[in-house]
C-alpha cells in the first residue's frame, strides 16, 4: 500500500519527501522520569503510561513534564539527557518537531542553529524526533563527511511524548514557549525569523497564523465511504465516489491496487481500494495515470489550460489548504472487485472525466532533457548479500540494502531531480534487491558519481523520449 503524506509545508505535490508523516500516538513514558526510570509512578498508568492532554496556545506545559530529563545528544557537547526547564532563563524556546528522513526538516536545520547563535542569551530552539539515538548520530555522522557545519543544538530523541502533547500531521512543526512554558504559537517554517523572534524577545504581543494540522487516526486498510459488508455480494464489481475537500483528513492517498493477494492488506479481503483525500483535480489525474510502474509529479505534468491558476496553485501551507478549501479540493475513494483490480485505474481515469468535463487529461511522448541511471558494466557489484533491510538514505548520503533499486531512483528523484524540473529515468533494467552505500550529498552529481562508480552505475544527461501527463482544456465541438 502506498501513502502520500504532506511533509513539511503541505506543498501541493502528488509525492513529497518527507513525504509527511503522522507521528504515531504512543503514550508510553518509557524513560521519561529519568534516563533509567522504567516503573510506574503514582501520577502514571499502571503500566508506566501518562495520558497527556494535548496543549493549545496559552496553555501550559505541566510541571512534570517541564521538569523531566529526556534523551538527547549534542554534537559538539556530548550532553545526554535535557529538560525544558534547563532554558527557563530564556524568553522563548522553540521546539522543532523533526525527523532524518523529512528534507524540508533537514533544509531547516542550518537556519535553526543560526537563529540559536544569533539569539543564543534569549531564546533555545530544541530539535524533538521520535527516532532514536542511534539513528539521529548516525545522520549527523553522514552530514560531518559531507562537510556541513556542525549543529549545536540539543537533540531530543526516542520521544513521542511531545508529539501527544502538542498534535500535528506533519512535520516540521514548530512550538513556540516562554520561559514559563506558556504556548505562545504553533507555526510553520514560514513564521521562524528574526523579525518574529525579535517581537517575544522584546516581550511584545505576536500573533502568528497557527499550524493546525492534526487529524485524527482512522483505519487505512478500510473504506472510508463504503461498508463492505452492506455493499458486498456476489455480483458487486465497483462502487466510487467523489466529494468536496473534508477536514477528517490530510493531504494524500493510499491504495491496495496491485498487491500481492498475500500481502497483509490484502489477505482474505475480497476488494481493492483506491482512497486519495484532499487532492487537486490535477493531482487526482497524476495518481490515476500513475499506473504500470508509471509516475506522474510536476515534473513530468503539463498543463495548457486559458486558467491554470484555476486548477493549480503554488500557494504553501495555510494558504495552499484554503486554496483547497475554496471547492478545489477532493476526495476519491474507489472499491473494486478483486478480479476487477486490473481496471481500477482506467475506471478512476472515466469517473473524472466525467465530473470534470471542462479538461482532458491524456499522456504522450515528448523529447525531454532529462537523466538516466546507467549500469557502466555486465559485471554485477549490486546484488544484495542478504540480511536485513536497511535504509538510511539522507541528503547526506546513506545506505540500502535489501531494497530494489527503484526505492533509490524515487529517493533520488524527490530530493535531487524534482526540483531541476528533469525525471530521472532507470535504464538498468535491473531486478532483485541490491545493497548500495553512498557517502556523499544527493545534490553533489559529481561527487553521487563518483559513489555510484563503484557499483559500474552512472547518472548521464541526455535527451529522450519521456511519457508526459498533459492536462487541457476540452475543446467544445459544438
Not at 563527511?145 to 549543529?151: E, F, I, K
Not at 543544538?153 to 506533519?170: G, P
Not at 536497511?390 to 526540483?419: K, W
Request: glycine letters at 4%; hydrophobic letters at 40%.
Amino acid at each position: 500500500m502506498r501513502h502520500f503524506f504532506g511533509a513539511g509545508e503541505l506543498l501541493p505535490n502528488l509525492k513529497t519527501t518527507c513525504i509527511y508523516s503522522a507521528l504515531l500516538s504512543i503514550l508510553c513514558l518509557v524513560s521519561m522520569f529519568s534516563l533509567s526510570a522504567q516503573t510506574p509512578r503514582k501520577d502514571s498508568g499502571a503500566d508506566g503510561s501518562l495520558a497527556v492532554k494535548p496543549l493549545q496556545i496559552g496553555d501550559t506545559v505541566p510541571a512534570l513534564i517541564w521538569e523531566s530529563k529526556f534523551p538527547a545528544l549534542n554534537t559538539s557537547t556530548g550532553r545526554k539527557a535535557i529538560s525544558l526547564n534547563d532554558y527557563a532563563d530564556k524568553k522563548l524556546l522553540i521546539i522543532d518537531f523533526w525527523a532524518t528522513w523529512c528534507a524540508p526538516c533537514i533544509a531547516s536545520l542550518p537556519k535553526m542553529d543560526s537563529l540559536q547563535l544569533t539569539y543564543s542569551k534569549d531564546i533555545a530552539v530544541i530539535p524533538i524526533t521520535y527516532e532514536t539515538a542511534n539513528k539521529v548520530s548516525s545522520f549527523f555522522e553522514m552530514r560531518n563527511r559531507a562537510q556541513v557545519m556542525p549543529s549545536n543544538l540539543d537533540y531530543i530523541t526516542d520521544n513521542t511524548l511531545f508529539s501527544n502533547l502538542f498534535k500535528h500531521s506533519t512535520i516540521p512543526h514548530y512550538i513556540w514557549l516562554d520561559g514559563k512554558g506558556r504556548v505562545l504559537a504553533i507555526t510553520d517554517a514560514r513564521q521562524i525569523n528574526a523579525d518574529n523572534i525579535e517581537i517575544i524577545i522584546r516581550g511584545q504581543e505576536i500573533s502568528l497564523p497557527i499550524k493546525n494540522d492534526y487529524h485524527p487516526p482512522y483505519d487505512k486498510t478500510k473504506p472510508v465511504f463504503f461498508d463492505p459488508d452492506k455493499i458486498w455480494n456476489t455480483n458487486f464489481i465497483k462502487q466510487s465516489t467523489l466529494t468536496e475537500y473534508s477536514d477528517r483528513f490530510g493531504c494524500g492517498y493510499t491504495y491496495t491496487v496491485g498487491l500481492h493477494d498475500d500481502h497483509p492488506q490484502v489477505k482474505d479481503v475480497a476488494y481493492r481500494r483506491v482512497f486519495a483525500h484532499n487532492l487537486s483535480m490535477i493531482q487526482l489525474y497524476q495518481l490515476a495515470h500513475s499506473d504500470h510502474n508509471r509516475y506522474f509529479n510536476w515534473h513530468n505534468t503539463i498543463i495548457l489550460s486559458k486558467d491554470s491558476l484555476a486548477i493549480n496553485s503554488r500557494k504553501q501551507g495555510a494558504e495552499y489548504i484554503s486554496w483547497l478549501q475554496a471547492d478545489r479540493g477532493f476526495c476519491y475513494e474507489l472499491v473494486v472487485a478483486n478480479k476487477y483490480q486490473n481496471q481500477a485505474w482506467s475506471i478512476m481515469r472515466n469517473d473524472l472525466r466525467q465530473h470534470f468535463p471542462d479538461y482532458r487529461a491524456y499522456t504522450e511522448k515528448r523529447k525531454v532533457p532529462s537523466y538516466g541511471l546507467v549500469r557502466t558494466s555486465d559485471v554485477d557489484k549490486i546484488k544484495s548479500q542478504g540480511g536485513e533491510k536497511i535504509n538510511t538514505i539522507s541528503p547526506y548520503g546513506g545506505r540500502i540494502n535489501q531494497y530494489p533499486l527503484s526505492l533509490l531512483i524515487s529517493v533520488l528523484e524527490d530530493r535531487v531531480f524534482v526540483p531541476l524540473k528533469k525525471p530521472l529515468v532507470n535504464l538498468t533494467d535491473y531486478r532483485g534487491p541490491v545493497d548500495i552505500t553512498i557517502n556523499a550529498k544527493l545534490t553533489d552529481l559529481k561527487a553521487l558519481n563518483r559513489e555510484l562508480a563503484k557499483y559500474d552505475l552512472a547518472i548521464v544527461a541526455q535527451e529522450r523520449d519521456v511519457e508526459v501527463l498533459i492536462i487541457a482544456d476540452e475543446v467544445s465541438t459544438k
